[in-house]
């Protein structure tokens, strides 16, 4: 199935009939909360984080504008969050680095991630506090960790939400006066 909803190109601005079964099923929350009823190991995480890592990268379809697609993608985020394994961490950081390259392409995008707080718990914007630890990170986790942060950082020039955020709720402006 993952496979044919990379592929299905939709008609005009419609959803595909693949694309339109995944919402209309919640079958992406409906994986991951399987995955949680199951021992939720690492590997599972990596699996998950690949297959949305292929999902953003090469569908021809606007995948993260639909609600069953990233709330579950923000959980599983979420469930990254703290401690994980080098391979975890890689995995995440690759994806974060191509949704933060998705939102600098298509800012519009950025506006779905701040309304899905409510599911991310304490962080107003997971994507840009999950990236903070990896910055000092040498080798190439740390690079894409930078790069997605530069994406944001070039947005918060002309979205004063980013430019709030990041001044109000992150260490990059230890005196709330950048």
């Known amino acids: 199935m993952l496979f044919l909803l990379i592929e299905e190109q939709a008609k005009d601005a419609s ?59 923000m959980m599983l985020l979420s469930s990254c969050s703290g401690t994980a394994t080098p391979t975890v961490e890689t995995e995440l950081v690759v994806l974060l680095n191509q949704l933060c390259s998705i939102i600098a392409k298509d800012p519009s995008i950025l506006e779905l991630f701040f309304h899905t707080s409510e599911d991310q718990g304490a962080a107003n914007f997971l994507i840009f506090s999950l990236l903070i630890p990896f910055i000092h990170r040498e080798g190439t986790v740390g690079q894409q960790a930078r790069d997605a942060l530069l994406f944001i950082m070039s947005l918060s020039a002309e979205n004063k939400v980013v430019a709030n955020h990041i001044a109000e709720n992150t260490y990059f402006c230890p005196f709330n006066k950048c």
């Open 15 to 73: 959803m595909g009939p693949i694309l339109e079964f995944v919402v209309s099923e919640n079958i992406m929350e409906k994986l991951f909360l399987w995955s949680l009823r199951r021992e939720f190991t690492d590997e599972t995480k990596i699996e998950q984080l690949k297959m949305y890592e292929m999902l953003v990268t090469q569908s021809h379809q606007p995948l993260l504008h639909h609600k069953p697609i990233l709330k579950p993608l």
